[in-house]
Structures are given as C-alpha cells and as structure tokens.
C-alpha cells in the first residue's frame, strides 16, 4: 500500500527554535499534500494544502508567515514552524494524496513541544 | 463548505457487531473516506465509497448512500484492538482543492471484553 514518511517523530525545543517536519510518498507520486494540527481527543484541523511547484493554500486562521510550508517536489513537502512558542505544541500530521480519485494517506505524525 | 456528523462516543462487547454512522451536508461531493486512529497515532485508510452501496473488506464494510448524505461504517467480530476512533471524511468535489477532505470529529470506540 501506500506509503508516506514523517520525520522527525518527535520533537522537544526550547521557545523561538524554528523546526521543519517532513513529509515523503515513499512509493507514489503525491501532487497534493496536506498538513494538519490535531490537538489531545480533538478531530483533525487543515491548516494548509499543499501542491507540487505552487503557493500552498492556506486555511482561514493559519498563519502563512508562522507555518511555511514547501512542497518542492512530488514526493517532498515541508512545513517549517518559525519561532515556535509553548502555543504551537501540538501533533502535526500530514497526508499525501496521488490525485484526486486516491484516499489520502498519512504520516505517522511529529508530535512538537515547545519548552 | 462541509458538515460532516458521527457520534462522539461507542461502546461495543468483543466478538460483537457494531455499527458507526455519519452524516454529511456538502455542496459537493466526490467521495467518502473512513479512518481508524488510535491514541497518539496518525490515521490509516480504512475505507473508500463513491457510489452508492456497500464495500466490503474483510471484518470492515462501509455503505454509502449520496441521496440521503448517508454512510456506515460496520466493523464485525469485534477485537480488543479495534478500540480506537473512527473518522468519517468526505472529499470535496475536484477544483483548485482536489483531493481535499473534510473530516468529522471522529467516533472514539471502546471494546470492552
């Protein structure tokens, strides 16, 4: 099946470190990637859609200039957290989609504390 | 924009049969998805329907009805392992968004011995 890496895992820093997650289609060409922010017993929120060589989409209330994300390639999207702060402690998650007749599948998640 | 609803919570008796449903109001629709999660994991693909009627894949099936913004997801011999949530997503219709999905709350399972 298919496959999407998210690295790191895990992630403990001190209060305004920049951190870049990950995230890689191990096996398929994604030319959609998303990124999410689930907080504890909370559903899944998007903050962003992310497309192969374009402006990522963000959605109403994200931070464009807090949460960058580039997605240089059709296996690669990154989405860097500038100067974090104990607020932005949280568990991202992103998802690749080959095209739209595909199920999205996910990284196993960076779970991002700020001290 | 989506609203997509399924309950918060169920409780199930292992070996039994249980029922998950979710209901959803779109302005368009290109598919639903199910998801397992368990706690401080990421969600794994469970199922896809896109047209109406039932799929089946082993222990798992999910139904769909597009007239009535309806699907089930079945889950039979239940195991301990199956405590988890359950996230009910439905796609928006192709457009500058392809291929995003709009997820519910989720329904958190407990299998209880």
């Known amino acids: 099946g298919a496959v999407v890496s998210q690295h790191p895992s895990r992630v403990i820093c001190k209060s305004g470190t920049s951190v870049k997650i990950e995230c890689r289609s191990l096996d398929f060409q994604a030319t959609t990637m998303f990124w999410y922010r689930q907080f504890p017993k909370k559903s899944l929120m998007l903050m962003a859609t992310s497309n192969e060589g374009s402006k990522a989409t963000y959605e109403q209330g994200v931070e464009k200039d807090k949460f960058l994300i580039n997605h240089a390639s059709l296996t690669l999207s990154t989405l860097t957290v500038t100067s974090a702060h104990p607020e932005d402690s949280s568990f991202y998650i992103c998802?690749?989609?080959?095209?739209?007749?595909?199920?999205?599948?996910f990284g196993d998640g960076t779970r991002l504390s700020i001290l | 924009g989506q609203n997509i609803d399924q309950p918060t919570e169920m409780t199930a008796t292992e070996g039994a049969i249980v029922q998950i449903n979710c209901t959803y109001q779109?302005?368009?629709?290109?598919?639903l998805f199910w998801y397992q999660q368990h706690a401080g994991e990421a969600p794994t693909f469970l199922s896809y329907?896109?047209?109406?009627g039932l799929e089946e894949k082993g222990r798992f099936s999910s139904f769909l009805s597009r007239s009535k913004g309806y699907s089930y997801l079945l889950l039979k011999e239940l195991q301990m392992k199956d405590s988890a949530s359950y996230l009910c997503a439905v796609r928006e219709v192709v457009g500058t968004n392809a291929g995003k999905s709009t997820f519910g709350d989720g329904t958190t399972l407990t299998v209880k011995p």
């Open positions: 998802s690749a989609a080959g095209n739209s007749n595909q199920p999205q599948h």
């Open positions: 329907n896109v047209l109406d």
């Open positions: 779109t302005s368009g629709f290109n598919g």
